[in-house]
């Protein structure tokens, strides 16, 4: 079986600020992990996604995850945060298959200016 | 370059009223499809998963049905509504060798009074 955990359901930074966005998950198998990200009233986007080959993965906007299998983490980081950055961002783990992507109950994005 | 179209992006219906959410996809061929369902605060849930054509696996007992009659279109349908099926509603789709990447569309939002 698999889960994954967001461990902050909010969170706020100031423009220009780090952002770490936290996600912890518990897999049978060597997972895929993804970050998706949801802007208000739209589908998600895939940010980036980690598939057992370097473990620190680069994505879109400036965002990068790391995964540690220690801890079993893959926090989602951003050195700067934009505005443009405030949305809904859903941490994902997959043990393949068709139907074997599990969702995280989504971390909530604020910025100010 | 592959596009997934959803509609309507907008519905208010009665209880007891029947449904119809459509879904199509552009430039793939043989694409597994997917309906999940968001609710606030709960993350994704997959209602309804798709390989081929006529091929459905639910995942969750409920008052909705998924259909697929080509390739790439698939349709959510109910023949009442419940209050309970409000929410929103993304179609997505993946490749069987995507490493369990999916491609949302817009959504839906549903909201039966």
């Known amino acids: 079986a698999q889960s994954v955990t967001q461990l902050d359901s909010h969170v706020s930074v100031s423009e220009g600020t780090p952002v770490l966005l936290r996600c912890n998950y518990s897999?049978?198998?060597?997972?895929?992990l993804f970050w998706y990200v949801q802007h208000p009233n739209k589908g998600l986007q895939l940010l980036l996604k980690y598939t057992s080959a370097a473990t620190l993965v680069k994505g879109i906007n400036g965002f990068e995850a790391e995964f540690k299998k220690s801890e079993t983490s893959f926090h989602l980081t951003k050195p700067s945060a934009h505005m443009s950055d405030a949305a809904e961002y859903f941490c994902v783990v997959s043990d393949g298959g068709y139907s074997t992507l599990t969702f995280g109950k989504g971390t909530m994005l604020l910025v100010s200016p | 370059s592959q596009t997934i179209h959803q509609w309507p992006a907008t519905l208010v219906q009665p209880v007891g009223s029947p449904l119809s959410l459509e879904c199509t996809v552009e430039g793939t061929s043989n694409p597994n499809l997917y309906w999940y369902r968001q609710a606030a605060g709960r993350g994704l849930q997959l209602l309804f998963y798709s390989v081929g054509i006529g091929q459905i696996s639910s995942e969750v007992p409920q008052n909705l049905s998924a259909s697929r009659p080509q390739d790439r279109q698939f349709i959510l349908s109910s023949k009442k509504l419940l209050l309970s099926d409000s929410g929103f509603y993304l179609c997505?789709?993946?490749?069987?060798?995507?490493?369990?990447?999916?491609?949302f569309g817009a959504g839906s939002r549903l909201t039966v009074l």
């Open positions: 897999s049978s198998y060597s997972p895929s």
């Open positions: 997505a789709w993946g490749m069987v060798s995507g490493a369990n990447v999916l491609t």
